[in-house]
């Protein structure tokens, strides 16, 4: 079972920022392409960003510009970086382990945090 720990979401305001975490088991997060998910009220769960091994990043079209993924190997976290928040952005964001990089995530997720974009 690998296991993925989400952090880092909440409610904000139209306009403003909030980063994600997730903490992936060491042992193979290095080796892996990390993804962030998310599902918003009566859609899909949808691919938001992805980063590969290397650090290769795709995106979303509708968060090009707004949102950054990133990851730091020695702490075995990826981030989401989410700027200029809209209320559409309102989800349920997971953490996600594996797959093949801006086509679909892996078999792994994280427990999901909760977004809320509102004034």
């Known amino acids: 079972q690998v296991q993925l720990v989400e952090s880092g979401g909440g409610l904000v305001q139209p306009g403003g920022s909030m980063r994600l975490s997730c903490v992936a088991p060491?042992?193979?997060?290095?080796?892996?392409?990390m993804n962030w998910y998310r599902q918003r009220p009566g859609k899909q769960r949808e691919l938001v960003a992805g980063?590969?091994?290397?650090?290769?990043?795709r995106y979303t079209d509708s968060v090009k510009g707004r949102f950054t993924i990133s990851r730091d190997n020695a702490k075995n976290t990826v981030y989401l970086q989410m700027n200029s928040l809209k209320p559409e952005d309102t989800a349920v964001y997971y953490c996600?382990?594996?797959?093949?990089?801006?086509?679909?995530?892996?078999?792994?997720w994280g427990q999901g945090t909760q977004v809320t974009v509102s004034s």
């Open positions: 996600n382990l594996g797959g093949i990089l801006g086509v679909r995530g892996g078999p792994h």
């Open positions: 980063i590969s091994s290397g650090g290769i990043k």
């Open positions: 060491e042992t193979i997060f290095s080796v892996s392409t």
